[in-house]
């Protein structure tokens, strides 16, 4: 017997009473909850082998069958358990039963197995998958990648954050719907017990692969998970939507973002917001301008929010990898932290892929051997500006120095707010797109 038969669930004889697999139109009416899709609709569902994420796949492939769509099952082999790569290959034999065209994509960094199975913690492995995922389905043109979260993850999100005593924002738990910059993030199942989407396996006779992690008491979730408890807290949710929509509206009153990746907050429109509001909006520019996943909170946010609504009359502030600082016509900007940025890194091979820089900008026309770095670590090197530079936009020294640009020839490259110049210069191109959203979806749930 392989590694990876030891993993596969035997299906029970006798059906659960009382428990009934997910019909065909209770998923449509969930999947009508997280449109709008395309007319002929492309989906990408990822797929673990897991009962969620099998069960999910094939009631995808049925919804999108219908509707003269195409459903691309895709795997992630983290490499971080021995016979991770049998697990992918059952997975897809299995799909290709139901006619699911399947894809495996390899985390090459993954540091492997470790001495007790997990070679990586679950925050690494995630934030890996779901890059590799998103960046699947820019180069497929997919728009929305399907997950297999449901009311227990649900409950067991609620539950991690209200013991880290996360925000208004965090303690709502998952979106229905996650905006990512090339596709979004669906979850129809999230309002569906786990016992009804294991009966939907069972009804069609399809076996699936139990995570051993699901039930080791290392682990948060496991923990929980050992409980049986899945009461979801409805209201987190409604709170979260309010304050949303309020935020939305503040941001489009008091800030304008430049596309050098710099925004200038109007300190009258600010002061008329609630005091969460007025935190939650620093948070969002914190996170958007920053390019962190973990914004500021607690009390420093608290002290931020005060200063800034005072209007820095004690001076400017860091915070998040930020610099708030008071300007003209009774405003305040805020910008990247040249400290905050990670040093510059090289680039391995020339491609026509668009590479994502401190969180904040696209960089295009790269060629192997450039060093992709800010403005401002270059410039403490003693760099000079290359000859070949063309003019950009006029913006103030701090923030041109947190501005993105290319070591080629022993000089440096600016590549951001560049003029279109010359169509024969090959010159790397840098565009604000920041990967955290001042503004995205409204929180939704199915």
Request: glycine share 10%; proline share 6%.
């Amino acid at each position: 017997m392989s590694a990876v038969d030891t993993l596969i669930t035997e299906l029970p004889e006798v059906r659960r009473p009382g428990c009934v697999p997910i019909t065909a139109d209770e998923f449509a009416a969930a999947m009508v909850r997280c449109g709008p899709f395309e007319s002929e609709p492309r989906l990408a569902v990822a797929v673990s082998g897991g009962r969620d994420s099998m069960a999910l796949a094939l009631l995808a492939a049925e919804w999108a069958t219908l509707r003269d769509g195409e459903v691309i099952a895709v795997t992630v082999d983290h490499g971080l358990r021995h016979g991770s790569a049998d697990e992918a290959a059952q997975v897809s034999d299995w799909l290709a039963h139901h006619g699911i065209a399947h894809h495996t994509l390899t985390w090459t960094e993954s540091p492997g197995p470790g001495p007790s199975g997990m070679g990586a913690s679950e925050a690494q492995a995630r934030g890996a998958r779901y890059a590799m995922l998103e960046r699947f389905c820019h180069a497929c043109g997919i728009l929305h990648l399907l997950v297999g979260h449901h009311r227990s993850d649900q409950y067991e999100t609620q539950a991690l954050r209200r013991e880290r005593s996360s925000g208004v924002i965090g303690l709502a738990g998952m979106p229905a719907v996650r905006e990512l910059r090339h596709a979004r993030i669906l979850r129809p199942l999230l309002d569906v017990p786990r016992e009804r989407i294991a009966e939907t396996l069972v009804a069609r006779g399809q076996r699936w692969i139990e995570d051993p992690s699901n039930l080791d008491a290392r682990f948060a979730r496991a923990r929980l998970r050992a409980d049986g408890v899945d009461a979801v807290d409805a209201e987190a949710g409604h709170v979260r939507r309010q304050l949303e929509r309020d935020l939305a509206r503040i941001a489009a009153r008091a800030v304008v973002l430049h596309p050098a990746g710099v925004a200038r907050l109007d300190l009258i429109a600010f002061r008329t917001a609630r005091v969460d509001a007025r935190r939650g909006l620093l948070v969002n520019l914190l996170t958007c301008l920053g390019g962190s996943i973990y914004p500021p909170r607690g009390a420093r946010l608290a002290r931020l929010a005060d200063a800034v609504a005072d209007g820095l009359n004690a001076g400017g502030r860091t915070l998040g990898g930020c610099t708030i600082q008071p300007g003209a016509r009774g405003c305040v900007v805020i910008g990247r932290e040249l400290a905050g940025i990670a040093s510059p890194r090289e680039v391995l091979r020339g491609s026509e892929d668009v590479a994502d820089w401190d969180g904040r900008f696209q960089v295009s026309g790269l060629r192997a051997g450039d060093v992709l770095g800010a403005t401002g670590q270059f410039r403490a090197l003693g760099m000079l500006e290359h000859p070949a530079a063309g003019p950009i936009e006029a913006v103030p020294h701090a923030v041109r120095m947190v501005m993105p640009a290319v070591r080629r020839d022993g000089c440096y490259l600016p590549c951001a707010l560049r003029s279109t110049g010359n169509p024969n210069d090959h010159a790397p191109v840098a565009r604000f797109s920041a990967d955290f959203p001042l503004a995205g979806a409204i929180f939704g749930t199915i």
